[in-house]
């Protein structure tokens, strides 16, 4: 360990060339180091969302299910498990993690035991089918977002303690991009390799080796000590988590904004299943669903992140008013009985480059909101409840969706609306 420590130093040492930065959030120690910590950090960001993006619940999880002859009802449960799961353990988790000086362990051990996960996945698809690969995929699925939710929090706290104001939104607006290309080559790859599978293999065999390409990103940050919280006790622990939405008023008006905004992550499907079921010709398959999505991170994710940078406000706002404005477009497609599939995969399109806007406004303005363990206890808070939330607007989507898609794509409408009346009230941070 002490060669690999000196090693560490060294590349520090060679990538932080200007020794005269300062630093608005920052301590000296870690500002000194930002500029490498800035490039270890792109690193791991790019290879972790390439690799969510070639395990994704939305497409590629689903069309495995398809693959393996899984029953519809289990895969309907894929994007809510993956999602909810990896933020209702949240408060609890962060009480945990505020324990420890240093966090980006946290981060290392949730992105390999994802790709652990994705290996076991891969290994499904490969040897099972029918409602065996549906109950394993979705089995394996629950502890994926187990993996995630240690990733995600240890995520904001590493990057607020490492990267400094007026740079994070930029820092992951370009790994969105980075990583948007990279997807549109492996999508081109796809278009040219037959498989039994649609190329789910190839994206699983792809993905596990990011995950471990990211963890060794991670373990390279040079992460100072920071705040710690000994408090164990889990009541006094929800307690005061819960208590921060009563005390702050802002920070309340942003999980509620959340909430209505989770529509933005559900409509995906929706669109998928409307492509899927109207095709008139091979253009929708696996690879040309994952390139859309390529191509919308690629063009989007950097200017979506200097824009968070600008102003997390107003990008939230102006997101959820065009989210509001693609449902209600799907709603009139639906409601007109257009059944070509070109309009679905315009809207899927669209929504993915939205939805990239949506997470670099709300994580920017998270992550700027507050200062230390204050910052670990908002994220805790917010994802907990918003995993609460995305299973019963979830399950009341599905339910909904099973009489009228069209009733389906209005819900989605109007919580986006409420979004944008209540984000009008967010103060700048």
């Known amino acids: 360990m002490p060669y690999f420590s000196k090693l560490n130093d060294k590349l520090h040492a060679k990538l932080n060339t200007n020794k005269h930065v300062k630093c608005s959030a920052l301590s000296d120690n870690a500002c000194q180091v930002q500029h490498s910590n800035y490039l270890l950090f792109l690193m791991a960001l790019v290879f972790s969302k390439i690799a969510d993006a070639l395990t994704s619940a939305k497409v590629v999880l689903p069309w495995m299910m398809a693959s393996t002859g899984a029953p519809v009802f289990l895969t309907s449960l894929l994007v809510p498990i993956r999602e ?102 492996l999508a081109v790859f796809l278009y040219f390799r037959d498989s039994e599978l649609g190329g789910v293999d190839v994206l699983l065999g792809f993905g596990a080796c990011c995950f471990l390409l990211s963890a060794l990103s991670f373990g390279a940050i040079k992460e100072f000590v920071g705040n710690t919280d000994k408090q164990s006790d889990t009541k006094s622990v929800l307690k005061s988590n819960l208590y921060l939405l009563k005390s702050d008023p802002q920070f309340l008006r942003f999980v509620m904004v959340r909430s209505l905004m989770i529509s933005s992550g559900l409509a995906a499907p929706y669109f998928v299943l409307m492509a899927q079921a109207n095709q008139t010709s091979s253009h929708v398959s696996l690879a040309g669903l994952i390139l859309l999505g390529g191509i919308a991170s690629f063009i989007s994710g950097r200017i979506w992140g200097k824009l968070a940078d600008k102003n997390s406000k107003s990008l939230i706002t102006f997101t959820a008013f065009i989210n509001s404005v693609i449902c209600a477009v799907a709603a009139t497609l639906m409601w007109l009985n257009e059944n070509h599939s070109l309009y679905y995969l315009v809207l899927f399109f669209s929504l993915q480059v939205v939805h990239e806007g949506v997470r670099q406004g709300r994580k ?6 507050a200062q230390g363990n204050k910052r670990t206890d908002y994220v805790a808070v917010s994802n907990s409840l918003i995993g609460l939330v995305l299973i019963i607007l979830g399950f009341v989507a599905g339910v909904i969706a099973q009489f009228s898609l069209v009733a389906v794509m209005l819900l989605f409408t109007v919580l986006s609306g409420l979004a944008v009346a209540i984000s009008f009230n967010f103060k700048r941070v």
């Open 84 to 185: 909810s799961g990896s933020m209702l353990p949240q408060i609890m988790l962060g009480a945990y993690i505020r324990r420890f000086p240093t966090r980006k362990h946290f981060l290392i051990y949730g992105a390999i035991l994802q790709s652990a996960i994705v290996i076991a996945l891969l290994y499904v698809a490969l040897n099972f089918t029918d409602i065996s690969a549906g109950i394993a995929i979705v089995l394996l699925t629950v502890v994926f977002s187990l993996s995630r939710a240690i990733s995600s929090i240890a995520n904001k706290d590493v990057l607020g303690k490492t990267i400094d104001k007026s740079k994070r939104g930029t820092l992951s607006g370009t790994a969105a991009s980075i990583a948007g290309l990279a997807s549109i080559v």
């Open 364 to 369: 920017t303005y998270l992550v700027d909101m």
